[in-house]
C-alpha cells in the first residue's frame, strides 16, 4: 500500500480498509508502505502472498508485478504484462480496437507538442476526425488525475500542459455523452453494474473520494438484453488483456445506447467510497468475503 504515485493517498485507505478485512478473517497480515527499499522489506518479513493495495505508478503498472515474480512471491491481481497494458491507456485502446471492443476515437501526443499544430494534425488524421469537445488525460495515470474535458479550442493547450504534468504520453479521446458505468470483474465473473452520478457533472478525483459527491446506482436501470451486452463486452475487454483477478472496466453508454470501453483498472479502489465494494455487496459479497475471494483467488492460480 502507499507507494510513490500520485495515487498515494487512495492506495493507504485501500490497503488499510484490505488490512482490517484480512485481521478479522484471522489472517496473520501486514501493512507495508511500498518505497525504493521494498524488496528487502519483503524478505525480511518473510511474505508469503502479496495483497496488492497500490494504485497508479508502481504499483498499477507492472513494475510492482514484476518484483514480485523475480522474487517467487504470489501475488493478487494481473500479471506483469496485463497490468502494463492496461494502466497504458494508448496500448489498452489499440487491443481493443483489434479484438473488435467499442472504445472512443482517440490520438496520441507526446508532451511539448504545440497545442496548435496538434490540433491540425488531429484534425488531419487519416480514418476519423476528432471534434469538440474531447477528454484530455496523462496516458498513464489512473483516478482522473491530469484529465481535462476540453469544449472550446482556446483550452486545449492548458488541458495538454496539466496532462503533460504527470505523463510524457498525453491521450485526446473522443467525449461521449451519455451515462457512465462501472463492471467489476470477480474470478472471471461480471458483477452487478453500477451507474455513477457525480454530481458535478465530472466524475473527477473530488466526486470520486468525498462523500455525498456522487450518486451510485446499483444495479443500473438497464433492459436486460443491454445489461446483457454490457456485461460481456466488459470480459471482453478483462480477457483481451489477460487480466485474473479482480478488477473494474469503466464504460461510457451514449444517448444511443451504444457502450464504450474507457479503461481497465487491473486494481480497483477498495476504500468505502469504492465501486467494486459496492457491486460486490449488491451481490451478497461483504467486503471482509471480498477481500478474503480477491486472496484465495491468487491460490488458485
Not at 465473473?189 to 466524475?203: C, M, Q, R, S
Not at 457502450?259 to 467486503?287: C, Q, R, W
Amino acid at each position: 500500500m502507499g507507494g510513490m504515485s500520485s495515487e498515494r493517498e487512495i492506495s493507504i485507505r485501500s490497503g488499510t480498509a484490505v488490512y482490517n478485512a484480512l485481521i478479522k478473517k484471522c489472517y496473520n497480515a501486514v501493512k507495508i508502505d511500498v518505497d525504493r527499499n521494498i524488496a528487502g522489506v519483503l524478505k525480511k518479513k518473510k511474505i508469503d502472498i502479496a495483497f496488492i493495495a497500490l494504485h497508479g505508478k508502481y504499483g498499477e503498472d507492472g513494475t510492482m508485478q514484476g518484483l514480485l515474480e523475480i522474487m517467487g512471491m504470489p501475488h493478487t491481481g494481473s500479471s506483469v504484462m496485463a497490468s502494463s497494458m492496461a494502466f497504458d491507456k494508448t496500448k489498452a485502446k489499440e487491443i481493443f480496437r483489434f479484438h473488435n471492443i467499442p472504445t472512443p476515437d482517440w490520438e496520441v501526443v507526446e508532451k511539448g507538442f504545440k497545442a496548435g499544430a496538434l490540433w491540425a494534425r488531429v484534425q488531419g488524421f487519416k480514418g476519423f476526425n476528432l471534434k469538440l469537445p474531447v477528454v484530455v488525460k496523462p496516458a498513464r495515470e489512473g483516478s482522473t488525475i491530469g484529465l481535462t474535458v476540453v469544449k472550446q479550442k482556446r483550452g486545449l493547450q492548458k488541458a495538454l500542459k496539466k496532462a503533460g504534468r504527470y505523463d510524457d504520453k498525453i491521450i485526446v479521446e473522443k467525449f461521449i455523452l451519455g451515462r457512465e458505468l462501472t463492471v467489476g470483474v470477480l474470478k472471471g465473473h461480471a458483477l452487478p453494474i453500477i451507474e455513477v452520478k457525480p454530481k458535478n457533472g465530472l466524475y473527477d478525483y473530488k466526486s470520486k473520494y468525498t462523500k455525498g459527491m456522487t450518486e451510485y446506482i446499483c444495479p443500473a436501470p438497464l433492459i436486460k438484453t443491454l445489461e446483457s451486452r454490457i456485461k460481456k463486452i466488459a470480459l471482453d475487454a478483462y480477457n483481451a488483456l489477460g487480466c485474473s483477478g479482480a478488477a473494474r472496466v469503466d464504460i461510457m453508454l451514449d444517448k444511443k445506447n451504444r457502450p464504450y470501453v474507457l479503461e481497465v483498472n487491473t486494481i480497483p479502489g477498495m476504500t468505502e467510497l469504492s465501486l467494486l465494494p459496492k457491486a460486490a455487496n449488491h451481490a451478497g459479497i461483504d467486503f471482509p468475503e471480498l477481500v478474503e475471494m480477491m486472496l484465495m483467488d491468487i491460490r488458485q492460480k
